[in-house]
T-cell receptor
Framework: AQSVAQPEDQVNVAEGNPLTVKCTYSVSGNPYLFWYVQYPNRGLQFLLK????DNLVKGSYGFEAEFNKSQTSFHLKKPSALVSDSALYFCAVRAGLNAGNNRKLIWGLGTSLAVNP | DSGVTQTPKHLITATGQRVTLRCSPRSGDLSVYWYQQSLDQGLQFLIQYYNGEERAKGNILERFSAQQFPDLHSELNLSSLELGDSALYFC?????????????FGNGTRLTVT
């Protein structure tokens, strides 16, 4: 079965420190991977995606993510956290074109990031 | 601003009632998705339309239905409402319909069933 896991419900980090929000997945074929952020009382916003190419993907607001095929992971990172980065982060994955017809987007349960001043 | 407009922002209604949620996708986007977000179940995919046709179905209850109109706006109809239907309902749109292009979300409709 296809799945996405965000193993941490909450991540706390001090402002200025690097942050990592973890995501692992299990899908057929080569995955399409996405990160979204949700601020309070707002819809989700697209941060970045990986489909093919360089394993390190750069996105909005200084975020980046590294695709690791052997570990089936796509962790979100930022070198220096800001208080304004505090939000809910969602990882999503879709099976690739070589996976047949089951290509629905599957979502993680979200990780709440708190950046402390 | 994502360009996706959802109305109304808030809706309070009683059990057994029927409501309609409306979504206008971002200009140029052909695909519309509906999601339900609640504290206990997280983000649940309900249904997707692409250029007026149903493309994919998720965990949508039989009491719920949706459609996408020729002008590409979409409506989600929720009937025989139960307390457990209280949630935030999001509409999202994308250019393509294959799930490889980013989704653009509206700010949601918060439904409270009393």
């Amino acid at each position: 079965a296809q799945s996405v896991a965000q193993p941490e419900d909450q991540v706390n980090v001090a402002e200025g420190n690097p942050l990592t929000v973890k995501c692992t997945y299990s899908v057929s074929g080569n995955p399409y991977l996405f990160w979204y952020v949700q601020y309070p009382n707002r819809g989700l916003q697209f941060l970045l995606k990986y489909i093919t190419g360089d394993n390190l993907v750069k996105g909005s607001y200084g975020f980046e993510a590294e695709f690791n095929k052997s570990q089936t992971s796509f962790h979100l990172k930022k070198p220096s956290a800001l208080v304004s980065d505090s939000a809910l982060y969602f990882c999503a994955v879709r099976a690739g074109l070589n996976a047949g017809n089951n290509r629905k987007l599957i979502w993680g349960l979200g990780t709440s990031l708190a950046v402390n001043p | 601003d994502s360009g996706v407009t959802q109305t109304p922002k808030h809706l309070i209604t009683a059990t057994g009632q029927r409501v309609t949620l409306r979504c206008s996708p971002r200009s140029g986007d052909l695909s519309v998705y509906w999601y339900q977000q609640s504290l206990d179940q997280g983000l649940q995919f309900l249904i997707q339309y692409y250029n007026g046709e149903e493309r994919a179905k998720g965990n949508i209850l039989e009491r719920f239905s949706a459609q996408q109109f020729p002008d590409l706006h979409s409506e989600l109809n929720l009937s025989s409402l139960e307390l457990g239907d209280s949630a935030l309902y999001f509409c999202a749109s994308s250019v393509g319909g294959r799930g490889d292009s980013p989704l653009h979300f509206g700010n949601g409709t918060r439904l409270t069933v009393t």
